[in-house]
């Protein structure tokens, strides 16, 4: 049997252009760059949040510090109005309140002060802060109950409350003394104090 051989080179196969696979591999970069871009743009927009934030938070801490600053203010406003209202109230009606002021001075031990008195009109009511110090033989305690038995005794005053009381030390020279400091409301008959002691109004 005779075989044939072609000897002849055979020709290679080119391999075509895959227009397909072309737009494949251009969208997958497309896409690449895209997400790239969209990545960096959320991360700004992160750090822009972030720096907005922190100046939220800053603004909101000056706000509380501003409304510290007002409720402070407030507070010294509606002290100052309470000191007015008093002083308007002892120039207008003189004689009851200086009856009541001449009854506290004489009632009062020798170791207890008055640092602030707030005169309620609507109430008939003197609310006294101050401190009880002590002294050689007298203690702060007994000087306060006896003030207020003595109050308990006047003829201008009906009753008397004791609300609170703090205990502290004064410095007298080199040595320490222990104090209270104290608050009274004491509730007054308006008749009784706008009479003088001999009778006269």
């Given at each position: 049997m005779a075989m044939k051989l072609d000897l002849l080179p055979t020709e290679?196969?080119?391999?075509?252009f895959d227009i397909v696979i072309a737009l494949m591999f251009v969208l997958i970069a497309i896409s690449g760059i895209g997400f790239y871009l969209y990545g960096n743009k959320l991360k700004e927009d992160a750090e822009a949040k972030k720096l907005e934030v922190a100046g939220i938070q800053k603004k909101i801490e000056d706000e509380k510090k501003d409304l510290g600053d007002i409720d402070s203010l407030r507070a010294k406003l509606k002290d100052l109005q309470a000191n007015i209202d008093t002083v308007k109230t002892l120039?207008?009606?003189?004689?009851?309140?200086?009856?009541?002021?001449?009854?506290?001075?004489?009632?009062?031990?020798?170791n207890m002060w008055v640092s602030n008195i707030a005169i309620d009109t609507q109430k008939n009511t003197l609310t006294l802060t101050g401190v009880a110090a002590e002294q050689p033989g007298v203690r702060p305690v007994e000087s306060i109950s006896g003030f207020m038995?003595?109050?308990?005794?006047s003829k201008y005053f009906k009753r008397s409350v004791i609300s609170s009381t703090t205990?502290?030390?004064?410095?007298?020279?080199?040595?320490?003394?222990?104090?209270?400091?104290?608050n009274i409301e004491l509730e007054y008959d308006k008749d009784k104090a706008i009479s003088s002691e001999d009778g006269r109004s």
């Amino acid at each position: 049997m005779a075989m044939k051989l072609d000897l002849l080179p055979t020709e290679r196969k080119k391999f075509g252009f895959d227009i397909v696979i072309a737009l494949m591999f251009v969208l997958i970069a497309i896409s690449g760059i895209g997400f790239y871009l969209y990545g960096n743009k959320l991360k700004e927009d992160a750090e822009a949040k972030k720096l907005e934030v922190a100046g939220i938070q800053k603004k909101i801490e000056d706000e509380k510090k501003d409304l510290g600053d007002i409720d402070s203010l407030r507070a010294k406003l509606k002290d100052l109005q309470a000191n007015i209202d008093t002083v308007k109230t002892l120039k207008l009606d003189p004689v009851r309140y200086s009856n009541l002021l001449d009854e506290l001075a004489s009632l009062l031990p020798n170791n207890m002060w008055v640092s602030n008195i707030a005169i309620d009109t609507q109430k008939n009511t003197l609310t006294l802060t101050g401190v009880a110090a002590e002294q050689p033989g007298v203690r702060p305690v007994e000087s306060i109950s006896g003030f207020m038995k003595s109050v308990s005794r006047s003829k201008y005053f009906k009753r008397s409350v004791i609300s609170s009381t703090t205990r502290g030390t004064v410095d007298v020279g080199d040595n320490k003394y222990t104090s209270y400091s104290w608050n009274i409301e004491l509730e007054y008959d308006k008749d009784k104090a706008i009479s003088s002691e001999d009778g006269r109004s």
